[in-house]
């Protein structure tokens, strides 16, 4: 509990400090609350040249996503410390699903309420561990599994193994219904093996929470997993950079030892989820 506590925190903590610019570009009028001092100060341990700028970016272009797309039901997985309930417009009618440790929800759930934070859409806590029986929780929790889902994986895979990440994003394909959609990022592999990053993974595998998983070919991770690709972005390119990313032009995706992050939107592939099922 304490190392997915303690991301959570971090992450909060990120938004908090882009929440504060004069120019920012999301506001997240809570954060700064929920992230508590442990928060900002594992921020402070962890923030290299361009994390914060990909949390920021990660944050806006989901948040945009979301905005946009029209779904009835939203699943967060692994959601955290996150504040879309109380700080997004929904649509009249909208479900959030928010999956996580029940420890972590309840805590969010009394310093929101603290805060006087209301929710904007029916928002539901599911207490549930992502290596067990989550799809069960959810459909206790009304999820309509015939219904197109919008799922989201937002700073979550690159914390799995990848069996656990590949395995993960398998039964969410198995369980989604046509029409539905997965958003959220990967890290690259030379993330986990760039000089760039040594000092920074240190800090994480100390503290209980290291970087397990990434990988170059995100398309290729996908597909695998039961999903199509049909947008990719790299912070600092077109529709990822909003201003924030620090290197302009951004580094080519062919460029090898620099940590690399990419932002994916996929559709449920029925061919690659049959192959996964028919391999179970």
Known sequence: MHSVAATARWTAAARAK??????????????????????????????????GEFIAIRTRYLDDLIRRGGFGQVVLLAAGMDTRSVRLPWPPGTVLYEVDQPDLLEEKDKRLADLGARHACDRRAVGADLTGDWPAALRAAGWDPSAP???VAEGLLFYLP?????????????????GSVLAGDLLSHQSMISEF????????????????????EPEEFLSGCG?????????????????RWPWNPPLPRE?????????????????ARDFVAAGD
């Open 18 to 51: 882009e929440s504060r610019r004069e120019d920012a570009i999301f506001t997240d009028p809570y954060a700064e609350r929920l992230a508590g001092r442990e928060g900002a100060t594992l921020f402070a341990r962890y923030d290299n040249p361009g994390v």
């Open 149 to 151: 889902t919008l799922w």
């Open 162 to 178: 990848e069996p656990a990440a590949r395995l993960l994003l398998e039964r969410v394909a198995q369980a989604a219904a046509p």
């Open 197 to 216: 990053s040594k000092e920074g993974l240190r800090r994480l595998t100390e503290d209980g929470c290291p970087w397990l998983f990434g990988t170059d």
């Open 227 to 243: 999903w199509r690709v049909t947008e990719l972005r790299m912070p600092g390119e077109e529709g990822a950079s909003y201003g």
């Open 255 to 271: 460029a090898r030892g620099f940590p690399q992050n990419f932002l994916f939107v996929a559709a449920r592939d029925f061919v």
